[in-house]
């Protein structure tokens, strides 16, 4: 099966920059996934690591080390609209259905 | 980009009722869509998978007869919560990915049903 943690809620200032980690167990595999979601709306894709290292757009990033089973979303210059709940989310094997399984969600507020 | 869309997007109905909600990739065909269900404040949860012309695949614990899935076409998935009472109540989010595209494309979803049940 897999399982996924992240924190539960981070609060921070206008321009400032945070840090959201995840690490997960998994059998299978295939790659980590970022999502953001407004109260009442839906998920929408915000980044995608399937190999090691760092992916940058604009002002979010993402990081992944499998041999640690570990990644991150990094929100820079934070803003007000940026207030959401955030989900990693483990991508499994084609075989295991290519299926997506979401973390808790970490709640971002933003304050002015 | 790649674009899903749900339907309805809110539904309010008496216990008892069946609620159809359907899922349609717009631009793009997939073979596979998934459907999640969401409580409030609680992350999204994997219902089944939606696998064109086949069965579909329930995850452990939800019941294949109360939510019937339906994928007739690479365009279309429905889902119908069949005699839904309150405890049926929540957000239901459809996503899928293109078939046709990279490996590395992600999975998209649709705006979400909010079903309540009186």
């Known amino acids: 099966g897999q399982s996924l943690e992240q924190p539960s809620e981070v609060t921070a200032v206008e321009g400032a920059i945070v840090q959201i980690n995840c690490t997960y167990q998994?059998?299978?595999?295939?790659?980590l996934s970022w999502y953001q979601q407004h109260d009442g709306g839906a998920p929408t894709f915000l980044s995608y690591n399937a190999l090691d290292g760092l992916e940058e757009t604009g002002r979010f990033s993402s990081f992944l080390s499998r041999s640690d089973s570990y990644g991150y979303l990094l929100l820079q210059e934070l803003q007000m609209k940026d207030s959401a709940s955030y989900f990693c989310?483990?991508?499994?094997?084609?075989?295991?259905?290519?299926?997506?399984?979401f973390g808790g969600g970490t709640r971002v507020l933003v304050k002015p | 980009g790649a674009v899903v869309s749900q339907h309805p997007s809110r539904v309010i109905c008496k216990s008892g009722t069946s609620v159809k909600i359907e899922c349609r990739s717009l631009d793009f065909q997939a073979t596979t869509m998934f459907w999640y269900r969401q409580f409030p404040k609680q992350s999204l949860m994997l219902m089944a998978t939606s696998n064109e012309g086949s069965k579909a695949t329930y995850e452990q614990g939800v019941e294949k007869d109360k939510f019937l899935i339906n994928h007739a076409s690479l365009t279309l998935s429905t889902l119908t919560v069949t005699s839904a009472h309150p405890e049926d109540s929540s957000f239901y989010i459809c996503?899928?990915?293109?078939?046709?595209?990279?490996?590395?494309?992600?999975?998209?979803f649709g705006d979400g049903t909010r079903l309540s049940i009186l």
């Open positions: 989310a483990v991508r499994a094997l084609k075989a295991a259905g290519n299926k997506l399984t």
């Open positions: 998994t059998s299978g595999f295939y790659g």
């Open positions: 996503s899928a990915r293109d078939t046709n595209g990279s490996s590395n494309q992600p999975q998209h």
